[in-house]
């Protein structure tokens, strides 16, 4: 890193910033973006499918992908809250969690970020409890690969959260974004599983790797990489913001536009060949 610019990103002594932090902050963007543009047509389907029924009274909707006894299981009182709970907290959550992505709100309207925020984290805890408790009660839906990775996956979400609360209460501005950014991986994990099996699916021309009991090499791979490929292109990116030399930054730049590409990429194929055939 440049003795001259501690802050890469930032203008070079009154100048504009150099070419590799430009596309650095460019890519970041563009991740960003299809990442917001994403998350709302997943909380489009969530509430089509699940909210519309229940809307409706016809709560067979609720088992239209979820397998027997894991959608509306008549008299499981507990069980169908707990289902209710995750499902519609998922709807909030991609909503706030867009809302926190975006620049504009932001810099024009702290308090809608700051309260899209609170609830972003205490709904996005709460799927994961719920979700963890759907698992240990109703029993995998996708393997116990898959449940072992969503386990970790909540256990992460309930330390992220909690790290990004306490600092944005320290008015750690820094740290509560680093954390916060950590936190909104681990929350979409499931989200970021839909997108990689479809972009694989895609790329192999079928199901390479995948059973249906879902431990096949793919599905154990993609059991923790869901949200833990997610995790490592964010930390690449921090990495090449507050360390990378022009090379670095360049290399950083082209991984997050990747994932932005895959992002885009991922969120067609799931709408096209799994979310609207489905409602």
Request: proline share 5%.
């Amino acid at each position: 890193m440049s003795h001259t610019n501690p802050h890469p990103g930032q203008p070079l002594r009154g100048g504009a910033p150099d070419l590799s932090s430009r596309a650095l902050t460019l890519a970041a963007g563009l991740w960003v973006g299809t990442t917001a543009a994403g998350l709302v047509v997943f909380a489009g389907y969530i509430a089509a499918l699940y909210a519309w029924g229940l809307a409706t009274g016809d709560l067979d909707r609720w088992n239209a992908v979820l397998p027997a006894g894991h959608g509306y299981v008549p008299g499981d009182v507990r069980g169908n809250l707990a289902l209710g709970l995750h499902v519609f907290a998922a709807i909030a959550v991609a909503l706030c969690g867009a809302i926190q992505l975006i620049p504009a709100v932001r810099r024009r309207a702290p308090r809608l970020h700051r309260w899209s925020g609170r609830v972003f984290l205490t709904l996005g805890v709460g799927a994961a409890l719920s979700g963890a408790l759907i698992a240990l009660t109703r029993g995998p839906v996708a393997g116990p690969y898959m449940a072992a990775g969503n386990l970790l996956d909540a256990v992460l979400v309930l330390i992220f959260a909690s790290i990004a609360w306490r600092a944005a209460r320290r008015r750690a501005i820094d740290q509560h974004r680093r954390w916060a950014l950590r936190a909104f991986i681990v929350v979409f994990g499931v989200w970021y599983y839909r997108l990689l099996m479809m972009l694989w699916f895609a790329a192999q021309g079928g199901p390479v790797g995948h059973t249906d009991a879902f431990d096949g090499p793919w599905d154990i791979f993609l059991a923790f990489a869901h949200f833990l490929l997610p995790l490592a292109v964010l930390e690449t990116y921090f990495l090449a913001q507050a360390r990378g030399g022009p090379t670095g930054r360049l290399a950083g730049a082209a991984l997050v536009a990747l994932a932005a590409l895959a992002t885009v990429g991922g969120t067609v194929l799931a709408a096209l060949g799994m979310w609207l055939p489905r409602l």
